[in-house]
Structure formats: structure tokens, C-alpha cells
């Protein structure tokens, strides 16, 4: 096949990945990514672009709309991949496949855009969308329904995964061991929940606790915190830094991000894969992809999760045990992005079939 990936193009973890997956599948796979269209050399120029970058309006939204359908008549795909359309116009999906009969276009959304937590000029071209796309990726099932009340036509679940070449067990040099060794990890953003208590916990009670993220959100709310502020400046870690923070940890945490309504999150997929015991918030929806205190563990209150760490840290075989079928079960599962990819596939085939 040939597929066109669209998508911001920053992340290592979104839209790339997709790509890669694709490729390793045995297909033809272009990109198109709009991030480099909003960078200028010019402070003002650039401050122009932020705007319209931000707010989805201006010129550089249309030039990138139709730079994307001028591409995809040239490459004439069979299918396009939309990655988080906020940036994609109604119009343009509907131009696509005008320009390039049979064309399928696929749109995958990572954040919750029914969601109260966001502006809601965000998602108004996504949204408005929505009755152009073939499919609908759902990435939570609370959405699932949501989509098709909002005019999807189809819309399936596409659970996160794991990049097997990114996410994997090693063993870290003494230099590494200096930023990252640790008993206890959270890798994430902030969100104004029980994370940041948490964290005050864990240190409280002797554990070598370590965090990143991204540091705007972080250090403003910890910068006081007698027991956090020594994380300050918090620092993001991306591919093998973030690799190494993981396999780094005894234990990692896993909080869920309110925001998006999340009931699993795609590091659920990433830690077990490094072979690093996750410890989660619970949800009923992750106590079906992981078998509790058999391949990951899991705390509903704060008082559980400091049992819970206290208890794995004193038992270094159990603990690498779990941790051990967790790595074997995200592969065993199919929770790898080729995984996912494939499945993809397969609703496309589906739907070529059904328009027979």
C-alpha cells in the first residue's frame, strides 16, 4: 500500500513511530508533517507563526492544507493516516479524496477533545471533521460513543503502544547510574491530583525518588515543597534518556492523566517493557490488560501505593518476577506500535471490501 502519515512531526513517540511501523510492514509511506512551517529566523515573523499555530487560523493553516492535498494527489495514497488533526480542515479530507478516488483517510486522536479540560477552539477542526474520515481511532473507550454522536461514521479503539526499538530493558553504565538509579521513578507531566502528594510521600519515607518531565509545569507548584524541591529544575528526558530513566528505577509509577479521562496511558505499555516493575493507579480497564501482583501491580489509595513500593523494594526477586512478566506480556499482547500498525491494516482491508 501506499500511506501518507500526517501529524505535527515532533514527537518521537506519535506520528514517526507510525511511519517507521508502517515501513517495517512492507509499505510505501510518505509524511507530511506541519511543525516546520511554523519556524522563522525573524522574532516578529516567528511570533506570527506561534499565533497561528496556537489558535489554528491564519494564512500558514491554509498553506499547509493545501500543501498536504497537493502532496497527496502527487503521492496518490491509498490510505492517509491523520495523527492528531487539529491543524487538518473538514475541507481538505474532503479535497484528498476527491483528488485521489479510493483514497481511505484514517484520523487518530492521542488526547480526549471531549474533554472539559481544553479550550475549546482546539479541536474545532478536528471535530468538524469527523463525518469526512472513513475511521475514527478512538484512543480510550469512553470516546468511542462520543465520536459517533459527533457524526463518525466508524470509529474503532486503537489502544498506545509501546516502540520496541525505543522501549527495551539495559543496563546502565556507573555515569548513568549517577542521573538516573533510583528506587522509585514518575516520568510525566503535572497534573493537580494526587501526583504531587504522592511524590511528598515517597520521599518522607526515605525512598530515593526521581522525576521528569516537563519543567514549566513542575517546578513553579514543587519549587516550596520541603520535600520535592530538590527535583527542581525538573528536566524532560526524551529516547534514550527517557530509556534509561525507566530501566534506571526499581519501581515506576504510572498516574493517570485526569485530564484526558484516562483509564491507561501509553506508558502502561513503555515501563513493563523495560523490564521495570509498574506500579499504577487502578483502573478496571488496565486490571484487564495486566494480571494484578502477577505482571504489574496497582494502588487505589495513597496508603496502597506506599505499601505496595515498601513491599517490592524488600523483595527483590518478586519484584523482578513481575516486572518480568510484564515485559513478556506487552509482547505476548500485541502492545507494540508494528502491532497496532497491522491492525490498522486490517480495518482498511475491511472497508475496501465493504465498499465493493
Known amino acids: 500500500m501506499r500511506i501518507l502519515v500526517v501529524g505535527d512531526g515532533r514527537s518521537k513517540i506519535h506520528e514517526v513511530p507510525v511511519a ?49 492535498v497537493g502532496q497527496a ?15 487538518v480542515l473538514p475541507s481538505t479530507i474532503r479535497a484528498i479524496k476527491a483528488r485521489v478516488p479510493g483514497c481511505q483517510v484514517f ?62 530493558a539495559v543496563e546502565l553504565s556507573d555515569e548513568d547510574k549517577v542521573r538516573y538509579a533510583c528506587d522509585v521513578v514518575f516520568i510525566g507531566h503535572y497534573e493537580p491530583d ?3 502528594a504522592a511524590l511528598e510521600a ?18 513553579p507548584v514543587i519549587r516550596h515543597s520541603s520535600e520535592l524541591t530538590a527535583q527542581t529544575p525538573v528536566q524532560l528526558v526524551w529516547g534514550e534518556d527517557y530509556n534509561r530513566a525507566l530501566c534506571g528505577a526499581r519501581i515506576a509509577l504510572c498516574f493517570l ?10 506508558r502502561c505499555f513503555e515501563i513493563p517493557a523495560t523490564r521495570t516493575l509498574m506500579l499504577a493507579e487502578y483502573t478496571d480497564d488496565l486490571a484487564r490488560l495486566f494480571r494484578e501482583g502477577e505482571e504489574a501491580e496497582f494502588f487505589r489509595t495513597p496508603e496502597e501505593m506506599l505499601n505496595k513500593i515498601e513491599r517490592y523494594l524488600k523483595d527483590d526477586g518478586r519484584r523482578k518476577a513481575v516486572a518480568e512478566a510484564g515485559f513478556k506480556s ?15 491494516l486490517l ?3 475491511e472497508i475496501r471490501k465493504g465498499s465493493r
Open 20 to 68: 517507521e511501523a508502517l515501513r517495517d510492514l512492507g509499505h510505501q509511506v510518505e509524511t507530511f508533517f506541519w511543525n516546520p512551517h511554523f519556524y522563522a529566523t525573524s522574532p516578529l515573523v516567528q511570533l506570527w507563526l506561534k499565533m497561528q499555530n496556537r489558535f489554528l487560523w491564519g494564512p500558514q493553516i491554509g498553506r499547509i492544507n493545501r500543501e498536504l
Open 73 to 87: 494527489a502527487q503521492f496518490k495514497p491509498d490510505l492517509v493516516f491523520v495523527y492528531r488533526g487539529t491543524h
Open 107 to 168: 484520523g487518530y486522536n492521542n488526547d480526549d477533545p471531549f474533554s472539559t479540560g481544553y479550550p475549546g477552539w482546539l479541536w474545532r477542526h478536528f471535530l468538524k471533521g469527523l463525518p469526512a474520515y472513513d475511521l475514527v481511532l478512538a484512543y480510550r473507550h469512553r470516546n468511542l460513543e462520543e465520536y459517533r454522536r459527533a457524526g463518525a461514521r466508524r470509529v474503532e479503539l486503537l489502544r498506545s503502544w509501546f516502540v520496541p526499538r525505543a522501549n527495551y
Open 194 to 196: 494526587q501526583r504531587v
Open 202 to 219: 515517597v520521599v518522607r519515607r526515605g525512598w530515593k525518588l526521581r522525576l521528569f518531565g516537563p519543567g514549566y509545569d513542575w517546578d
Open 257 to 266: 492523566s485526569k485530564l484526558n479521562r484516562d483509564t491507561y496511558t501509553r
Open 330 to 344: 506487552v509482547h505476548q499482547h500485541g502492545h507494540d506500535v508494528v502491532s497496532r500498525m497491522r491492525q490498522v
Open 347 to 349: 480495518w482498511s482491508e
